[in-house]
């Protein structure tokens, strides 16, 4: 009886071990055709990451606008409103189908567009806040190199 309960013990231990990989690291992908790795999500999932992305792309238009025209007021605003304030309430279904690189990237953008707005507000430094912004754009440019997403099959 306790070799068939160490067993069990052990083989329980392997599948949370597995499941934890499984959430945390992995995420549900595939290798895509072109080479990225493919993150399969539901449509709703995909429509809400896509969104995120386009708010950081609308962000850096009014950063790059707020530089051109020597208004730091509206570089803090635009990069503020997408930082780590702007994560909001991700559901857990989605976190764990992200592999652990693509959560890594995200997180530190939204990091990046929080410094980026601290320091315009405090220095109001045009290129430092351009430098800072060439930098951020570097995990988007690696993101969208290494991955895309795809609707998951039914």
Known sequence: MGKKCIGVIVLLVLVILGGIYKFVFQGSTSQSSDGRIAIHLESGERDLVLAEMRAFL????????????DNMQQVVQAAKAVGAAAQGEVPGTLIGKLPI???KLGFDTHQKFD??????GEFGDKTTALTELSELMQNCTACHAAYRFEIAPN
């Open 58 to 69: 609308e962000g850096v238009q009014l950063i790059t606008t707020g530089i051109a025209e």
């Open 101 to 103: 690189e693509f959560k």
């Open 115 to 120: 410094h980026l707005a601290m320091n315009a």
